[in-house]
């Protein structure tokens, strides 16, 4: 993960996926570039992750050196990984947050379906709550007044043009 201190250590994620019940990607944002560098690399830890949450049952498992939490709501599957130097209690809020939001974002009627249709305002929240595998933000109601804060309409009530807008309004801040 690079030259990160210590406290961007414990709040830091490798990657934040989301599947079907079968396996197959719905989102998926991989922050790590040494550890996957490469769409192969990315299919083999969707692999893993899914075939260790068969076996194992578990929520928290360790595949490659990262600790992988899961989470399953609906028809998704959302995993969540970290250095094995991070903090999984931290990495388990994310979850619980990311899920929290949709969840908010999609009034009760979070699905595979329902994040397709909206894909790009799942990755504009995506972005609201972790920035290049650090994590910002545990909170869901912080989140939630932030992008409100920004913007009269929720996000989504807004257009794909709004969105793209909004996301520019973001870009140029940074």
């Known amino acids: 993960m690079g030259d990160r201190s210590v406290f ?9 996926v989301l599947l079907d019940l079968d396996g197959s990607r719905l989102i998926a944002h991989y922050y790590d570039k040494a550890t996957f560098p490469d769409l192969k690399s990315q299919k083999v830890f969707e692999r893993k992750v899914m075939r260790q949450k068969t076996l194992l049952k578990s929520e928290i498992s360790f595949i490659d050196d990262l600790i992988c939490l899961n989470l399953n709501h609906s028809d998704i599957r959302f995993f969540v990984a970290g250095p094995l130097g991070g903090n999984e209690l931290v990495m388990k809020e994310f979850l619980a947050c990311v899920v929290e939001l949709l969840r908010v974002m999609f009034k009760e009627t979070l699905s595979c379906q329902s994040l397709m249709e909206n894909m790009h305002a799942v990755f504009i929240l995506l972005d609201e709550i972790c ?10 109601l912080t989140i ?7 913007s009269v309409r929720s996000i989504e009530d807004m257009t794909l043009g709004e969105l793209l807008e909004f996301a520019k309004e973001k870009l140029m801040t940074m």
């Open 8 to 16: 961007d250590m414990m709040r830091s994620i490798s990657a934040l």
């Open 144 to 150: 939630v007044d932030r992008l409100r804060a920004r």
């Open 131 to 140: 920035e290049a595998g650090v994590i910002l933000e545990t909170n869901p």
